[in-house]
Every structure is written in structure tokens, then in C-alpha cells.
């Protein structure tokens, strides 16, 4: 399993409960690039876009930012959700992820 359902991603992400450190790529990127993203409650701006993908990174006061922010080739990660393929959240798989995390 590499997809996960918008809504519940969403739900994870806006609550930042077992969400920092989701690694994904899209599908439709012949490269695969890794891209990152995740919640750090104790910052002013807790939700992040790092790593490879933005120089960097971006920053996020909210949930809804982070996801219409247009820094994905110039379209949202909700524009691109059909394409987004998680290699992992917390550093495990999405099935472990699924079965062992806490989720809202």
C-alpha cells in the first residue's frame, strides 16, 4: 500500500497527530523525487514542506497552507493527491503507519 485517502491525510495532518515525516513522491514524476512534509507543534509556524523538494523549505501557519500552497511545479499537494505515493510517515512503512499509530 503506497495511497492514502485525502480526507483521513488531511484529518492526520491538521490534527498533527503521527504525521511528521511523511515521505512521499509523485507518480506521475518520472525521477521519483522525495519530497517531505510534517507538523512541529512547538514552532510558530508548526506545519513544514523540507528537505530535497523546496529549497529551503516553506514554512505553514495551517493545515489548509500547507496543502493549496501552489510549490508543487507550480500546483497544490491536493491538486496532486491522485499522484502522491507515501514511501513513509514517522519513518515506517504506511501499512505499520496505519496498524500502530495513534490517529484521529
Not at 511528521?20 to 514552532?43: R, V, W
Request: proline share 4%; charged share 25%.
Amino acid at each position: 500500500m503506497d495511497t492514502l485517502d485525502y480526507d483521513f491525510f488531511f484529518k492526520q495532518l491538521k490534527a498533527g497527530v503521527s504525521i511528521d515525516e511523511t515521505c512521499f513522491y509523485f507518480a506521475d514524476d518520472m525521477q521519483q523525487s522525495e519530497h517531505y512534509l510534517g507538523f512541529l507543534p512547538q514552532y510558530d509556524k508548526p506545519y513544514w514542506v523540507g528537505y530535497c523538494d523546496i529549497p529551503d523549505g516553506c514554512e505553514f501557519h495551517t493545515a489548509e497552507e500547507l496543502v493549496e500552497a501552489k510549490i508543487f511545479d507550480g500546483k497544490s499537494l491536493k491538486e496532486r493527491w491522485n499522484t502522491v505515493r507515501i514511501i513513509s510517515i514517522w519513518g515506517i512503512c504506511l501499512d505499520d503507519w496505519i496498524k500502530h499509530c495513534p490517529h484521529v
